[in-house]
């Protein structure tokens, strides 16, 4: 008969091995009202490299399952590219996320410390996260970054949520700020990687085949004008504020410019209201329900919406990013 001491040795081995087997992995488990029933890319970022994974949603629930030793930064997409969450897991945590879709900035997060914090901040912030001018959020961002040199949430927030025009370089001094235990080589490491995942953006704009408004395929061609634009955009975008300088600028450059805007979402609800309201001074108007992974949008590398892609008559791209005001200029100097 086993004795006492023996026993309790190997019970402790036992929840030990249990225990061992239970942290292999990582556990997201989503319930956010709205995203009803499609498929979610998943989007992990590690230290050694980035790889992607689709997963189901079924009315609006969703767990996704992955392996880090090292702490990742693992990014969810909805079918239209539209952010839906962002987390740092590593084998051994379980997270839990609820809210609802049209409200990104207020969801209420379980888990690791860390993201509770970052959504808590989120939270805190969410009329400065919805708002196009970054400015303040940018600032509220430093702000932190300064007054919490320690914490790696204040990495992860210059990392993941302070928007830049200059990239990781404007951003640089004030990571580096940061003492060490604030930012660990291995979250940098994976911060560059999803850079590089990412992608540059395009060189050339060619032909494209899209569905249009007025119910079939057709194609967009930079060839048929000097200068060309495609404004990628979904419900999200304030619409009315990017297109005013748009309609502004093809009523002054006429037939010398081609412009045209693509739906990057498959929901079509808006889609003819803001046709007539906004975009009455351009005619080719499409739809591209897949996002950035419609057939031919992927050479694009679009990440975010609004995007804008200035091209000269051969296809030669001179602009490719999310500000109207550089896209309009960008425009007009082919004109020149």
């Not at 060490?180 to 990687?193: D, F, G, I, K, V």
């Not at 504020?241 to 010398?256: H, I, M, R, W």
């Not at 975009?279 to 919406?305: C, D, F, R, V």
Request: hydrophobic content about 40%.
């Amino acid at each position: 008969m086993l004795n006492k001491k023996f026993k309790i040795g190997l019970m402790a081995m036992l929840v030990l091995c249990v225990l061992t087997s239970c942290s292999n992995s990582f556990k997201i488990k989503g319930n956010i009202v709205g995203i009803g029933s499609q498929n979610l890319r998943v989007v992990f970022a590690t230290p050694v490299g980035v790889w992607e994974q689709w997963v189901m949603s079924k009315e609006n629930r969703f767990e996704i399952k992955g392996q880090a030793d090292e702490p990742a930064l693992v990014t969810i997409y909805n079918a239209q590219n539209s952010l839906v969450a962002r987390f740092l897991l590593e084998n051994g945590d379980d997270i839990k996320v609820r809210g609802t879709s049209p409200d990104p900035y207020m969801l209420e997060v379980k888990g690791p410390d860390v993201n509770e914090r970052w959504y808590a901040f989120i939270q805190s912030h969410a009329s400065q996260y919805s708002n196009d001018d970054r400015a303040s959020l940018n600032a509220a961002i430093a702000d932190y970054a300064k007054q919490h040199p320690a914490d790696v949430l204040s990495a992860l927030l210059l990392l993941c949520d302070y928007h830049s025009t200059g990239g990781i370089d404007e951003v640089k001094p004030m990571i580096e700020a940061l003492k060490p235990e604030a930012r660990p080589e291995s979250l940098l490491a994976t911060y560059h990687n999803l850079l590089k995942h990412i992608g540059e953006p395009p060189t050339t704009l060619p032909s494209l085949l899209l569905y249009e408004s007025k119910g079939e395929f057709a194609s967009f061609s930079p060839t048929t004008a000097q200068s060309s634009m495609l404004y990628f955009w979904s419900k999200q975008n304030t619409v009315s504020e990017d297109s005013k300088p748009l309609n502004e600028a093809v009523s002054q450059l006429g037939s010398k410019v081609l412009v045209a805007d693509v739906l990057m979402d498959g929901d079509t609800s808006m889609w003819s209201l803001n046709r007539r309201e906004y975009m009455s001074a351009w005619k080719q108007h499409y739809w591209a329900p897949e996002g950035p992974m419609n057939e031919s949008l992927k050479s694009l590398n679009i990440g975010a919406t609004p995007c804008f892609i200035v091209a000269d008559s051969l296809g030669h791209v001179t602009y490719a990013g999310g500000n109207v005001q550089q896209a309009v200029a960008a425009l007009k100097k082919l004109i020149q």
